[in-house]
Nanobody, 127 residues
Framework: EVQLAESGGGLVQAGGSLRLSCVAT???????????IGWFREVLGKEREAVSC????????YYADSVKGRFTISRDHAKNTVYLQMNSLKPGDAAVYYC?????????????????WGQGTQVTVSA
């Protein structure tokens, strides 16, 4: 079992930056290093969107086309933490961002189906 806790959301002007953090608490018998970790975002009334994922095995990263070149995902194994650096934010990026995992080693980004979700953190981007 993995529990995920996000932080770092807030209000930012268009063109600005935010860094989201996700701290993972892993049940005994498992380690953070075993799991790929990703980010989804959700806007009320719209379908959830997979934003990014980072594998555990080799750190391979994946991004939605809508955020490529602007967002960067990274992980700090020593801190059991995954970060999402978001630059050049647009009003269309405003959403609740969730840290997620499907408890797999690698990211199946094309068919991402997480089983564990954090509580979410709100990102608001003003025009």
């Amino acid at each position: 079992e993995v529990q995920l806790a996000e932080s770092g959301g807030g209000l930012v002007q268009a063109g600005g930056s935010l860094r989201l953090s996700c701290v993972a608490t892993v049940a005994s018998g498992s380690t953070f290093d075993e799991y790929a970790i990703g980010w989804f975002r959700e806007v009320l009334g719209k379908e959830r969107e997979a934003v990014s994922c980072i594998s555990s095995s080799d750190g391979t990263t994946y991004y939605a086309d809508s955020v490529k070149g602007r967002f960067t995902i990274s992980r700090d194994h020593a801190k059991n933490t995954v970060y999402l650096q978001m630059n050049s934010l647009k009003p269309g990026d405003a959403a609740v961002y969730y840290c997620v995992t499907d408890l797999q080693e690698n990211c199946d980004f094309s068919a991402y189906d997480p089983v564990s979700w954090g509580q979410g953190t709100q990102v608001t981007v003003s025009a």
